[in-house]
């Protein structure tokens, strides 16, 4: 079993979910109000009021298939907005 | 007892609890407001403004000033961001370029209620229809500068995406504040019309309680735009003195407009302060989402790092004495 | 100008906040209350309601009117939710049966104050003690819900836990909004008791700005509401009838009621929103705890997707000219 | 050392922290206002303020006797009410 | 109605509301006032205490009485923390005496405004310029507290670091909470000598609904406070004991030393609250940055847990008693 | 490729960020308001509002070589004003 976690700006939030769903991930969790630096920008949580909005930190549990599935357009939306996924070991307790 | 406008203008509430905020930061106080309670207050001064200039709208009716006055509102705000643009373009590329003009385009109501206390305090009356003019300023300037990324940008623009015209409308009139601002003032003028009952029960809320918000999000704004002013000064000289000339440039056109309409010493200074003033809310938002290519640095520490500052400060008081000069000239 | 009820209900603040918000979603606006905002206005609804309620009934004493009224509200939010879980059983098992049939034996605060707004707009009189019904008619809808799983569920309930009536008790009677209004009204029963001067200093608060938050707190649930819509339709058209269908049903039942117990039409009014209200606040939050067979989006977007705003919108009007028609009638 | 994450419905925070304190973990982490969906249901956030609540991601650094010692209660207590839980690899620093 | 004075003190709605909370954890009821929206209540009541406080001092002047009050002031807030250190030195180490010291010779903000609300329904009289005691009286305590860790502790503290007398000062001044009363104490002030009409649109946001928003926060705070009382039991009976003993104490003290002043019944009061409460807002949170090797349950425990309650149910009416007792005496 | 994750009282985190800066690390996501209990203290969300502050939990994907280079100065960091740090293996998408 894998952990995906991705980092972006929760404005993209929607878009990511959707590219979830249709690989018909058994479930996903959502933490917002991250913030952060990247290569390309600093997230601050001062301006999440002006609508700019902080990021989103999405971690899902799930076979390798199912991320060699999303790996594309997973990386198609980081790469147009900004943000990070990163793959790693995970055991059912 | 006399004293110089400025010093006037500095010592209301509102901009003195903006400088609290503003010197916490410069001494490191452990002072937040943490998020969302921001949201909170932005959300209620939107709906707020909305709500009673909405009424207003109603009560004043469709004088032959109105048709005029929110017709060059629109103008300004299409102008504008050409403007900025072009100069602009000497130093960015034109994704950056493009949202910057279009931030300078648009208006900031906070901007624009601080100039309305402004005027209450001088006892200078000005008319509620105004308020129209805010709400229809804000999306034509995003509209220019999605526009001019569309037309203006390479070809082979390696990000695009999403560019098309329903996109851009959506995002211009659709985007949170701007929806809101608008649909409040909506809800005013429909309550007014029909229900004037309603007014009375709404006014605690959004009328008396209004100026203490207006303190305590001002309080917010000056950590913030401390905050955002050392970045700035990464951001370069260039931009630095654009973030200044603009509002000033803008005032200036601004109030010729004002004069050609001839609009009262009120309203002239809310036109004015309009055209000079730089949004932060609706702007921002709606370039993140379309052009990811502008860094966001530039168009947040310009408006909300300095220019909403200067205006707040210092540019109401001197676009006040530039409007009390002006105007009264003879005729064009 | 004589304009149709149901269309001066809509002209007011609270609705057409509440339709703002709705059609923010519709458009896909990306306007948003974020979390917590929602809960502040939430719990300060629940007590500004109790508060104020308190402070009627100390004034009013109890009346006549207010044991049978009171009585005949706790028999209600017991009876409603037999007959729902009677209905709902032919689709639903016993879980999500049960947890339906609470919702909607339960009430609705928002949709309460939205009825008081309506009759005061109107000029229609009511009294205090209502508040009372509201606060009593929370708990024993969950009672019922909840002995109904007991006694109906297959005895080899696999996740069965914690089904024990002190369990029952307290999921019904500290649940979090059941205990800030029950102990508000309290609060407010005490301080007019022997302490008016607080009432006067409370005002302001509680009072007056009572109207503004209901507009922004109903700005939020158009928004919640809207997005629970689409939800709603998986559920399928069963769920979709019984969310109509059922608020009418026990607005029927409701209007006899107050005939019987010869309440004036305001009060009237009030009886029979309870009533057809449905619960979004308490029964949801134990029947997550309780029964977490039954599926929360099932009693959730039923009550919160349809028939709040139902009963917001056409439902307050309905239920107004039913009881202008049935009221009057020679007696039973 | 092993990392053990836990997210489950933030109403049954009191209940897992009982059982992560009886197995006397060195310690734990709590995030809540997590959202997300599960094969079970979807988590929102903008219902939080109905008292439904949202999710709760809890993060526990201890070793893997601990973690043997808790399984059965954690799995336990997720049975009844959903939620996943799932084991890495951790180094302290 | 004669009632019984604490009787009294605990039926006014800021003291309901407070028991109300702390009952809710009792009963454990799920009812929750989620961060950060007691951070909004706690940072709107001190820029309201300090801004009303501002103008309270611009209109009266400085009398013959504000200097010797407000210099008392410093020096109960100076000598407490010594008094308290040496107390506690019995049973902790340098370093949570040190803490717990100087968090009772600060002040809670809180404590002092429900006891002006007690004077209010009493309609005893007192000063604005009580409130510059209160904030003369944060800073002093935080900085005896510090001095005492820096010459008191083992000359090898394991893990001593930024001890510098600038730390020290930058802690006790701009700590988030002394700032933010501080600085709308000028505001205020300013407001007051130059813009007279920013204080009447001002009023209804700090002045109306000051009193709803107290009551909304001693609710939360009644939460907290049962939350915390539990880990006070731990903390052992010493402790216990000198949560108790130590405010009256310092009331005592600071009642003779009213006396001395000559200060008014209403006055004499504040100033015995202010030297018999403790700080659970400044004082925590600079001892934790600066003090690490304090375990922050004890000065949390303490101050919140006990002391707090304990000023606002049982304390104020007692020392109310205690001033209307000793001032009166023949003199000294 | 590793992760870092650092868990302290957000009270640090400035001087936490000023050590990751300081070792050019690419990026970093803030996740704040957690809460939680070590062995030192326990931290609630109730107390937010006193300016105690909850935690913060800092996550960072970086090169090894770059962990080496800030072990001292977090450990350091985090000695002082309590908190953990531990690593694990993460591969980018
Ligand atoms: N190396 C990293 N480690 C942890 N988080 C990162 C890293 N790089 C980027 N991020 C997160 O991803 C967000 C988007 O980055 P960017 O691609 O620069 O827009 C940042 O705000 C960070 O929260
Ligand atoms: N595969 C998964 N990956 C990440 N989070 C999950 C996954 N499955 C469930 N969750 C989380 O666990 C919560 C409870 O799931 P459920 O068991 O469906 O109630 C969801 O709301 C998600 O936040
Ligand atoms: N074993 C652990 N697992 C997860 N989080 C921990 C652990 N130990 C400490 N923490 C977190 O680190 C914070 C600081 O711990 P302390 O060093 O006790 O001050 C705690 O509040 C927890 O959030
Ligand atoms: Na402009
Ligand atoms: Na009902
Ligand atoms: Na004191």
């Known amino acids: ?93 | 007892m006399e004293i110089n406008p400025i010093l006037q203008n500095v010592l209301a509430p509102p901009v003195l609890f903006f400088l609290i905020g503003a010197i916490s930061v410069l001494f490191k106080s452990d002072l937040e407001i943490p998020a969302p309670l921001p949201k909170l207050f932005s959300l209620y001064l939107l709906l707020a403004i909305g709500f009673k200039g909405g009424i207003e709208i109603q009560k004043s009716g469709f004088t032959d000033q109105v048709l005029p006055t929110l017709s060059a509102a629109i103008l300004m705000s299409l102008v504008i961001p050409l403007i900025g643009f072009l100069i602009l373009r000497f130093k960015f590329d034109v994704f950056n370029s493009a949202a910057i003009a279009a931030a300078y385009g648009s208006i900031s109501a906070v901007t624009f209620i601080s100039a309305e206390s402004f005027l209450e305090s001088q006892k200078i009356a000005f008319d509620g229809f105004m308020v129209g003019a805010l709400a229809l300023m804000e999306s034509p300037a995003i509209i220019v500068g999605l526009l001019l990324v569309k037309f203006a940008a390479p070809k082979n623009r390696p990000k695009s995406r999403k560019m098309h015209l329903s996109a851009i409308l959506h995002e211009s009139l659709l985007n949170g504040s701007v929806y809101l601002l608008l649909s409040s003032l909506i809800v005013g003028f429909l309550t007014a019309s029909s229900n004037p009952s309603g007014i009375e029960k709404m006014e605690p809320f959004t009328g008396q309680l209004f100026y203490g918000a207006e303190c305590f999000f001002l309080l917010d704004m000056g950590i913030v735009a401390a905050q955002r002013l050392p970045r700035l000064k990464k951001a370069g000289s260039f931009l630095i003195g654009f973030a200044i000339f603009m509002p000033l440039f803008n005032a200036f056109i601004g109030v010729f407009v004002a004069r050609f309409l001839s609009l009262g010493p009120g309203n002239a200074l809310l036109f004015v302060v309009l055209c000079a003033s730089a949004s932060y809310l609706a702007v921002p938002a709606a370039m993140r989402m379309t052009v990811p290519e502008a860094k966001s640095s530039y168009y947040i520490s310009t408006t909300l790092g300095l220019t909403f500052p200067f205006n707040i400060v210092l540019g109401i008081p001197i676009y006040m004495s530039l409007v009390n000069t002006i105007i009264p000239l003879s005729p064009l």
């Open chain 1, 1 to 93: 079993m894998k952990r995906l976690d991705l980092i972006f700006s929760e404005r993209e939030l929607d878009a990511i979910i959707k590219t979830l769903e249709k690989a018909n991930v058994p479930g996903y969790t959502v933490m917002k109000h991250a913030t952060g630096r990247g290569p390309e920008r600093v997230v601050t949580e001062d301006m999440e009021f002006t609508g700019l909005g902080a990021n989103a930190h999405v971690i899902v549990f799930c076979e390798q298939e199912l991320i060699d599935k999303m790996r594309d357009n997973i990386r198609d939306d980081l790469s147009y907005y900004g943000g990070v996924a990163y793959i790693s070991e995970a055991t059912p307790l």
